[in-house]
């Protein structure tokens, strides 16, 4: 597909009194619908600190809720 959509680690920060795995299961269903129509993925530290860029493990594990595989992500050498 045309369309990429950022999974960012940090977005949770946006809820902060909402339980974490709430957020988690609902963007997961969120990101299945998307791929459903074709919607392609990048994954995103979103991090404004050093410490945090490359943390990437709230976005790998609401891939993995969502049912993404290697083939629904994108990679900037696609543009090739």
Do not use: K
């Amino acid at each position: 597909g045309n369309l990429v959509f950022e999974i960012m680690t940090t977005l949770t920060w946006w809820w902060p009194d909402t339980p974490v795995m709430r957020i988690t299961e609902r963007y997961a269903e969120i990101l299945a619908l998307f791929a459903e129509y074709g919607v392609r993925f990048c994954m995103g530290s979103d991090a404004h600190r050093t410490p945090g860029v490359g943390n990437l493990g709230w976005s790998l594990r609401v891939a993995q809720l969502a049912g993404l595989t290697n083939s629904h992500l994108w990679v900037p050498c696609d543009l090739a």
